[in-house]
């Protein structure tokens, strides 16, 4: 099972580290299957700079979602990786 470092917007962070928030979408420009688990790493985009808190989460589902542009994402990296849908337990 992999473990991957991703970035989280301090408000995002809070949701996921209080255990509120248990689904994400991210662009799929990375290898993530289902059992891996995503470090999420607190960002502060004022101070651009990571704040020292991170927490694991276990991805309980994951699923690739069609290659259609979303208005978070760059359209053209989108169309080449497409996003993934995931829970987290």
């Known amino acids: 099972m992999a ?5 989280a917007w301090a408000g995002i962070y809070d949701l996921f580290n209080s ?4 689904l994400e979408i991210r662009l799929a420009d990375f290898d993530l ?16 700079k990571y704040t ?5 989460l276990k991805c309980k589902h994951v699923e690739q979602g069609l290659k259609d542009p979303l208005r978070f994402y760059d359209a053209d990296k989108v169309k080449k990786h497409g996003f993934y849908i995931i829970e987290f337990e």
């Open 3 to 7: 473990k991957i470092e991703k970035k």
């Open 19 to 22: 255990g509120e928030r248990k």
């Open 52 to 56: 020292g808190r991170q927490t694991e």
């Open 33 to 48: 299957k289902s059992g891996d688990s995503i470090i999420l790493k607190e960002y502060d985009p004022k101070m651009k």
